[in-house]
């Protein structure tokens, strides 16, 4: 049931004048807020996004715009170890999997929306979760529209009305397309994604857990995607820049 009352917004801590918010579970206030119909919009912070944002007053706004902004990136939780502040790492792929799994094995039936990454790698992704739920309607569609397949595609949003939709376009594009487009489900739950759809649908492997367990994630992605090794600079830029502000 919907109610006119918001969920109660998280505290936040400042990386290099970049908010984030706080929680031993995020998963549990995004739940909350689904079932509220508060629309939220999640970034998920990390390294380079900061260093983005410090370049970008326009990146800098989207995240301070947000609903939720969740510590993706490892640099991050150790810059507010640092500060005194113990807060664990949530990687937004595994946030939005919970979500997708709460809504999956809820009863409502609610649509969900995949929008972003190469043709063909999406409605993969879609399919690997309809395996799982074959109750679960997932509307997907690549990152690499017409003028006129984009207007419907925002047609077929407001139309279905879904109330989880995950943006896949690369940073900062998917927070751009977030702002400029959440209006079309203003109860949804908006969230970046980044490269998940490539992971759900088989294309591209997770890093191994071992990569996960000492956050060198970044480190097996530059060897799937070592044409990023430019914008992997911002990560010793950034860890620099920790170790000389204290």
């Known amino acids: 049931m919907v109610t006119n009352f918001a969920e109660p917004s998280l505290p936040t801590a400042s990386v290099f004048g970049v908010k984030v918010h706080l929680s031993d579970n995020y998963g549990h206030w995004l739940e909350n807020c689904l079932q509220r119909g508060q ?49 664990s790492r949530c990687p937004g792929i595994e946030l939005a999997e919970a979500m997708v799994r709460h809504i999956g094995e809820g009863k409502d039936n609610q649509p969900i929306a995949f929008y972003g990454g190469a043709p063909g790698i999406t409605e993969l992704a879609a399919q690997r979760w309809q395996r799982e739920y074959p109750g679960l309607k997932v509307l997907a569609n690549h ?85 990023r090794w430019r914008r992997m600079l911002a990560l010793p830029k950034f860890f620099f820049r920790t170790l000389v502000s204290r």
Request: contains cysteine; glycine residues 10%; charged residues 20%.
């Open 39 to 87: 629309g939220v919009h999640v970034v998920t912070l990390n390294s380079e996004m900061v260093i983005l944002a410090e370049k970008e007053p326009a990146v800098q706004e989207v995240i301070q715009g947000a609903e939720l902004v969740i510590p993706d990136g490892a640099g991050v939780t150790i810059y507010l170890k640092l500060e005194g502040i113990e807060q």
């Open 143 to 227: 990152g690499f529209l017409t003028e006129s397949e984009q207007e419907a595609w925002q047609q077929t949003l407001v139309r279905e009305r879904p109330c989880l939709i995950l943006v896949g376009l690369g940073v900062p594009r998917q927070e751009y397309w977030i702002r400029d487009h959440r209006h079309l489900c203003p109860q949804g739950i908006w969230i970046g994604v980044g490269g998940s759809f490539d992971v759900w649908s088989g294309t591209k492997e997770r890093a191994p857990e071992f990569f996960c367990r000492y956050n060198l994630e970044w480190l097996y992605r530059l060897y799937q995607e070592p044409w």
